[in-house]
């Protein structure tokens, strides 16, 4: 098996885990119609927990964190997420929509607004901040993702790798409790996905619990405590990443690992 | 090059070429004249043609225009004028008729001691129409558009002031139960009393309020019938009316169409697919006649007014469509980020989907209001005397019968000069929205 992009020998940074259950997933099943997606899905997040879930295309691992704020919604099983039991109810829904965070493979800013008012949106209707304090919130995370400067132009100005991060930036400022990441880097040019990657780890490295959805597994070495297979719509198989890498234990993880490792 | 190359991959300038102008005949309008005028057989032929085209009409339209008389009594003296300056068989353009009868076909039968209401009316719209279209003015001007609606009414129907004020209240009180309810009760239940309380008040409340405060207080300029609105007063009134109340409603109507709720979904569906699918005539024979059948009898529903509500209904049904098609063309991922952020419905709506959603739909939007504003003057056919309308009165006069292109060329240019208006703030929104592609 080749190397993975990152030095496998560095450390992972040393990041608290606690027993505090973020998200706790019980017999979750999804059906599209008359196809069954998700399968029986039983995941228990802790807080602080850096989780990577890569698979196939199609075994259903963007749905999985769909399902965690309710973008998709799942047909029998419970989601819990910072001990609110996910149900039709939409107040519970934009509660859990407040408290997590979710950065999109197609970034989803806000074209006719700046970065700046894509930024404070959010916090000024949803969490009733002054406009002046939303701001400077804004404008601190926008330092953190290193692009200030770019706060009065709009999206389609800037670069895939800037509007990523701006997209971090944008679910930050509603501090989220937990944030999800769905192929954050899959539509990027190969220069800017390190960008992106250093400011989720940055993320990490503060104690943010993140469950990110990536085919990044350079990334998946250096900041995850565990790596989660999926294949048609079922966890196949977790473990911490170093096992999962050198020692995966399924058939179809070996051979998975073989494809996107092996070229 | 491949000659340098064939001889040595290495190559090296030596001396820098100067700057040098184009050949004679590749520029400027020598080179367009070729280019687009006489590049070939066909396309010299073509020039001819048209240039004779243009000689045809231009030489039969000048004189007649170059030869308009504006001052006469008749058409009849508009004759002999002709007669006596350029000769008898000359084409002139009779325009006197416009100078005669020219504040019929603007204030129709509205009293001429009046006419000054039709105009500071227009004035007022104008000055409340602008903090809406341009951005540059101050923001709290809108409070004074929201006043406006009654200040027209006030000044283009007359009456006490206190109806119109009584109305207005109504507004008010919806929005202080609002207010007052929301921390009580909950969102829901704070629309639903901003709806029903007002509308109660309406019922039962606002006539008698306003009888009393005008037997206290008897303010107000007199009244006007709506029968005697006419002329462009009449199209600009119902048009602009029906403009500024379809563009809510198609909204909605378009939000109906696209919501999983089933009942608003299908009732959506079918308000469009009803009111669309009539022609609008037959809509405003059911204004004038049809609902005098289904109204209670004694009840006397202004004509204008169900005009107003028909065109209005009618439009909104195209401006439905028009934007479905603008929610349509935003990707999902609009939608999702929204949600994901945690806004609800409404504020997603307001503040991230509908504002790109009009920015796409604003040409079709615009469309159907140019539509809506020319077909005005179908409410001649029900008997209301729009341009069109009293452009037949006035040829029905001795004075001025068998006038028929100066009048039809004078509205024209009317209508015109408003939907040209339109056409082009369409033009300049589209360019002040206009943001960097995604």
Redesign the interface.
């Known amino acids: 098996m080749a190397d993975p992009a990152i030095d496998a020998n560095v450390t992972p940074p040393r990041m608290e885990v606690s027993e505090e259950i973020a998200v706790q997933i019980t017999d979750m099943n999804k059906w599209y119609g008359s196809f069954h997606v998700l399968r029986d899905i039983n995941l228990t997040v802790h807080r602080g927990e850096r989780i990577v879930i890569c698979g196939p295309s199609g075994s259903g691992k963007s749905t999985l964190i769909r399902c965690i704020n309710a973008l998709e919604e799942h047909q029998k099983g419970r989601i819990e997420v910072d001990g609110t039991l996910l149900s039709s109810d939409l107040k519970n829904i934009d509660k859990i929509r407040s408290e997590v965070g979710m950065c999109f493979q197609h970034f989803n800013l806000f074209p006719h607004l700046t970065i700046l008012e894509n930024c404070t949106l959010a916090p000024i209707w949803v969490r009733k901040t002054p406009k002046k304090e939303a701001e400077q919130a804004a404008m601190h995370f926008l330092e953190k993702v290193k692009i200030p400067d770019q706060a009065n132009k709009y999206p389609g100005q800037l670069s895939g790798g800037q509007q990523q991060r701006v997209a971090i930036a944008r679910s930050l400022c509603m501090k989220p409790r937990i944030m999800l990441f769905d192929e954050p880097t899959s539509a990027l040019d190969p220069e800017m996905i390190k960008e992106v990657l250093d400011t989720m780890i940055e993320l990490a490295e503060e104690g943010m619990t993140m469950l990110c959805v990536t085919h990044e597994m350079g990334f998946a070495q250096a900041v995850a405590n565990r790596v989660i297979f999926m294949d048609q719509g079922q966890i196949v198989e977790q473990n911490e990443p170093k096992e999962f890498f050198n020692n995966p234990k399924s058939d179809r993880t070996k051979l998975f690992l073989s494809q996107i490792l092996g070229h | 090059m491949s000659d340098t190359h064939a001889q040595t991959v290495g190559y090296v300038r030596d001396t820098m070429i100067d700057e040098q102008p184009a050949p004679v005949g590749q520029t400027g309008a020598v080179k367009w004249i070729r280019e687009n005028l006489f590049s070939g057989v066909i396309n010299t032929l073509l020039t001819v043609i048209s240039l004779y085209v243009i000689w045809v009409v231009v030489s039969h339209l000048y004189p007649w225009l170059a030869n308009s008389i504006w001052d006469a009594g008749s058409l009849t003296e508009c004759r002999e004028i002709r007669d006596a300056t350029v000769g008898p068989d000359a084409p002139a353009a009779c325009f006197a008729v416009i100078t005669d009868r020219w504040q019929q076909l603007v204030f129709g039968f509205y009293p001429p001691e009046h006419y000054w209401r039709p105009v500071v009316a227009l004035l007022v719209f104008l000055a409340a129409i602008a903090p809406v279209l341009f951005q540059g003015i101050p923001r709290r001007a809108l409070w004074l558009s929201a006043a406006a609606p009654f200040v027209l009414f006030a000044l283009l129907w007359g009456g006490s002031i206190w109806g119109p004020v009584a109305v207005a209240l109504g507004f008010v009180i919806g929005f202080v139960v609002y207010r007052v309810l929301l921390p009580l009760a909950g969102n829901l239940a704070a629309v639903l009393g901003a709806i029903i309380v007002p509308l109660l008040y309406w019922l039962f409340l606002a006539g008698p309020l306003a009888g009393a405060l005008t037997s206290v207080a008897p303010i107000g300029l007199e009244y006007v019938q709506s029968k005697d609105f006419g002329g462009f007063t009449l199209s600009v009134v119902i048009g602009v009316s029906a403009i500024i109340l379809s563009l809510p409603l198609g909204i909605l109507l378009a939000l109906g169409r696209q919501s999983n709720l089933f009942i608003i979904n299908k009732i959506s569906v079918a308000f469009i697919e009803v009111i669309r699918g009539v022609p609008l005539i037959v809509w405003l024979f059911t204004a004038s006649l049809l609902l005098n059948y289904f109204l209670p009898p004694g009840t006397n529903f202004d004509l204008m007014l169900r005009v107003i509500i028909m065109v209005t209904l009618f439009s909104a049904a195209y401006i439905a469509e028009v934007v479905r098609g603008g929610l349509a063309a935003l ?1 999902k ?2 939608y ?9 419905y409404w ?1 997603s709506m307001r ?2 989907i509908l ?2 959603a009009l ?1 796409i739909s604003i040409p079709g939007i615009v469309n159907t209001f140019i539509g809506l504003f020319k077909d005005t003057t179908l409410v001649v056919f029900i008997g209301l005397l729009d341009p069109i309308g009293l452009s037949n009165a006035i040829r029905a006069s001795t004075d001025w019968n068998g006038v028929y292109w100066e009048l039809f060329v004078f509205i024209g240019l009317m209508f015109f000069i408003a939907c040209f208006s339109m056409g082009r703030y369409s033009l300049y929104l589209e360019k002040k ?1 206009q ?4």
């Open positions: 990707p991922g609009q999702e980020g929204a949600s994901s952020l945690g806004l609800d504020q503040l991230i504002p790109q920015k929205l943001r960097e592609h995604r």
